[in-house]
């Protein structure tokens, strides 16, 4: 077996003796986005610090803990506060805790994220259910020996977000009149913001948003066989008139603003699972 295995069933068994649920959803809170936690009824809520083989967060905006709990009849765990390549971390240290959740038994991933708008219909504020994504520019986290345990060496990524989630997601925000914008995330690594060159780029080839997370994680899922669903929070808009300066202060700002939107989704989303 393989050292990655290993590790993992070590975390595994450290977080089910403080927390035996078995949570059904795995949600991961991007920057700015960590109030969804308050509408949860928490049953334990684990340091990051204290968990074998994790990572710490060092983000500002990002909080640190792995929460259990439950919306409704529902179990879910969050994670409060991801972990992003920026940091200093491997790409393989930023999914690992997207495989303990697989391996605690959740069936779906939540994503959330910050993101920056590059198309020009975008408005800050807006979120954007991610229907696909590029993530060229970000280090692929299944590079190196491929572990068949965890899935297959060469996994199809032909459709990272899971369409009926996505339906269902389009459903409940028609009827709970939640504006709903879809399109292209364009993963890179950061930690710098885009240049305005970068960020004409980026809406050139393609794609829709541009933020420094999520792919990593969708990629590991999809290895996994978990199905995605993920929701970027346009924070600031890299197409624009005029020279924009564009700081994590304003992120935070726009994420908070527009959270009450995507809490609601997520929470409906989850009941409807
Ligand atoms: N670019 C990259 N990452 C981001 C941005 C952005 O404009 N906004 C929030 N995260």
Known sequence: MSLIIDQLKETVGFIRDKCPTVPEVGIVLGSGLGNFLKDITVEAAIPYEDIPYFPVSTVKGHEGALVFGSIHD????????????????????????????KLLGIKHLLLSNAAGGVNPDFKVGDLMMINDHISLAAVNPLLGPNDDLLGPRFPDMSEPYCPKLRARANAICASLNIPLKEGVYFGVTGPTFETRAEYRMINRLGAD????????ETIAAVHLGL?????????????????????????????????????????????EL
Do not use: C, N, W
């Open 209 to 216: 948003a541009v933020g420094m997370s999520t792919v990593q």
């Open 74 to 101: 529902k179990k879910i765990m969050a994670m409060a506060g991801r972990f992003h390549f920026y940091e200093g971390y491997t790409a393989t240290e930023v999914i690992y805790p997207i495989r303990v959740m």
């Open 227 to 271: 199905p995605v669903f993920a929701v970027s929070v346009i924070t600031d808009l890299g197409i624009t008139d005029r020279p924009a300066i564009i700081t994590h202060e304003e992120v935070l700002e726009a994420a908070g603003k527009a959270e009450p939107l995507l809490t609601a989704l997520f929470k409906q989303l989850i009941i």
